[in-house]
């Protein structure tokens, strides 16, 4: 993970290979069948267009220890499948996180040899402090953040199964 920080601007970008095609990564970040099995296990509700909506929606789990039922909204701002999706990025885990400002994402997908695809994630997290430090996974009891999703992510795609069950 790269971090950059600038008064009042916080941007972290993470860059995975997996060897997947383009479009098997592109399913998996989009399609609620896939989200659910990797990550969080949260299933994902994207209408792909501009000004479409984005809604990632708690698993059983963490509604059973107080989520709200939709834990991360935003809006798709760009969508070239299987390219790239941009979005907006609102964490609602609780209060302090719905308080603070909308973030935005970057996911870019780029073939590359011999069937290795390089997966770019860029998370702009200006004036959302406790979200950049849920993210980078440095609030223990939150989870691994960006590195635990796309690492399980990985695991998934090459293996057919989870880093865990």
């Known amino acids: 993970m790269t971090t950059t920080t600038q008064a ?5 970008t993470y860059r995975i290979y997996i060897k997947a095609p383009p479009q098997a990564i592109w399913d998996a970040l989009t399609q609620p069948g896939w989200t659910a099995q990797y990550g969080y296990r949260s299933q994902v509700r994207c209408d792909l267009r501009p000004g479409g909506a984005y809604r990632l ?35 609602l885990f609780g209060p302090e996180t719905a308080a603070e ?15 290795v695809t390089t997966l770019s994630l860029t998370h702009q997290l200006n004036e959302a402090p406790m979200t ?32 865990t069950r």
């Open 8 to 12: 009042g601007s916080a941007v972290q």
């Open 57 to 91: 929606f708690a698993s059983q789990p963490m509604r059973e220890q107080g989520a709200p039922e939709v834990i991360i909204e935003g809006e798709v701002l760009k969508a070239d499948p299987p390219r790239l999706l941009a979005q907006t990025w609102h964490a």
């Open 101 to 115: 400002a909308v973030t935005r994402l970057t996911w870019q997908i780029d073939a590359g040899s011999r069937g």
């Open 132 to 163: 950049a430090e849920l993210v980078a996974g440095a609030v223990s009891v939150a989870g691994g953040g960006w590195n635990w999703i796309l690492s399980d992510l990985k695991s998934l795609l090459e293996t057919g199964r989870p880093l």
